[in-house]
Protein backbone atom coordinates (compact mmCIF):
# COMPACT_ATOMS: atom_id res chain seq x y z
CA UNK A 1 0.00 0.00 0.00
CA UNK A 2 1.28 3.33 -0.93
CA UNK A 3 1.05 6.83 1.12
CA UNK A 4 0.95 9.74 -0.52
CA UNK A 5 1.42 13.23 1.71
CA UNK A 6 -0.53 16.21 1.09
CA UNK A 7 0.74 19.30 2.65
CA UNK A 8 -1.74 21.59 3.96
CA UNK A 9 -2.46 24.52 1.80
CA UNK A 10 -0.06 27.35 2.92
CA UNK A 11 -2.32 30.43 2.40
CA UNK A 12 -4.06 32.37 5.25
CA UNK A 13 -7.14 34.48 4.81
CA UNK A 14 -5.31 37.53 6.98
CA UNK A 15 -4.27 40.05 4.81
CA UNK A 16 -0.17 41.46 5.36
CA UNK A 17 0.02 45.20 7.00
CA UNK A 18 3.39 46.08 6.21
CA UNK A 19 5.84 47.50 8.91
CA UNK A 20 6.74 50.93 8.10
CA UNK A 21 9.59 53.02 9.16
CA UNK A 22 9.87 56.50 9.88
CA UNK A 23 9.90 58.93 6.76
CA UNK A 24 13.15 60.77 6.38
CA UNK A 25 13.73 63.98 4.00
CA UNK A 26 16.34 63.15 2.12
CA UNK A 27 16.65 66.54 -0.22
CA UNK A 28 14.24 69.32 -1.76
CA UNK A 29 14.27 71.11 -4.66
CA UNK A 30 12.35 73.93 -6.97
CA UNK A 31 9.93 72.91 -9.41
CA UNK A 32 7.98 74.50 -11.85
CA UNK A 33 4.79 73.50 -9.47
CA UNK A 34 6.35 74.71 -6.05
CA UNK A 35 9.00 73.16 -3.78
CA UNK A 36 9.13 69.31 -3.59
CA UNK A 37 10.54 66.87 -1.25
CA UNK A 38 12.24 63.38 -1.99
CA UNK A 39 11.41 61.21 0.76
CA UNK A 40 13.09 58.03 2.37
CA UNK A 41 11.10 55.10 3.99
CA UNK A 42 11.93 51.49 4.98
CA UNK A 43 9.17 49.49 4.32
CA UNK A 44 9.40 45.63 5.30
CA UNK A 45 12.75 46.58 5.91
CA UNK A 46 13.24 47.90 2.15
CA UNK A 47 14.39 51.16 1.12
CA UNK A 48 11.86 53.23 -1.07
CA UNK A 49 12.06 56.71 -2.29
CA UNK A 50 9.07 58.98 -2.81
CA UNK A 51 8.84 62.53 -4.73
CA UNK A 52 6.28 64.64 -3.19
CA UNK A 53 5.16 68.38 -3.30
CA UNK A 54 5.92 69.81 -0.34
CA UNK A 55 2.75 72.58 -0.17
CA UNK A 56 0.80 72.20 -2.72
CA UNK A 57 -1.66 70.38 -4.07
CA UNK A 58 0.09 67.92 -6.70
CA UNK A 59 1.32 64.44 -7.63
CA UNK A 60 3.37 61.86 -5.45
CA UNK A 61 5.71 59.64 -7.08
CA UNK A 62 7.44 56.47 -6.03
CA UNK A 63 10.99 57.40 -7.50
CA UNK A 64 12.96 53.82 -6.24
CA UNK A 65 11.53 50.71 -4.42
CA UNK A 66 14.65 48.75 -3.29
CA UNK A 67 18.02 50.29 -2.48
CA UNK A 68 20.64 48.14 -1.06
CA UNK A 69 23.52 50.24 0.18
CA UNK A 70 23.94 53.97 0.92
CA UNK A 71 25.99 54.79 -1.75
CA UNK A 72 23.17 53.39 -4.14
CA UNK A 73 20.56 55.83 -2.33
CA UNK A 74 23.22 58.72 -2.07
CA UNK A 75 23.72 58.16 -6.04
CA UNK A 76 20.33 57.88 -6.99
CA UNK A 77 19.16 61.35 -4.89
CA UNK A 78 22.38 63.30 -6.69
CA UNK A 79 21.33 62.17 -10.36
CA UNK A 80 17.72 62.44 -9.83
CA UNK A 81 18.28 66.18 -7.97
CA UNK A 82 20.49 66.80 -11.48
CA UNK A 83 17.87 66.24 -13.49
CA UNK A 84 15.00 68.00 -11.69
CA UNK A 85 17.38 71.31 -12.06
CA UNK A 86 17.48 70.79 -15.74
CA UNK A 87 14.26 69.88 -16.40
CA UNK A 88 12.39 72.29 -13.69
CA UNK A 89 10.02 69.73 -13.43
CA UNK A 90 9.88 66.23 -11.44
CA UNK A 91 11.74 64.14 -13.33
CA UNK A 92 9.12 61.28 -12.61
CA UNK A 93 6.42 63.45 -13.68
CA UNK A 94 4.94 61.97 -17.50
CA UNK A 95 6.38 58.14 -15.95
CA UNK A 96 3.18 56.94 -13.96
Do not use: C
Not at 50 to 77: I, K, M, R, W, Y
Request: overall charge negative; charged content about 20%.
Amino acid sequence: MTTTLTPAPTTTNQAHTPTRGQRVELARYPSDTGERLLIGQRIDGIVHVFDEPLASEGPSFTVETHLETNSELQALVADYLAKAKSLGYAPMHGWY
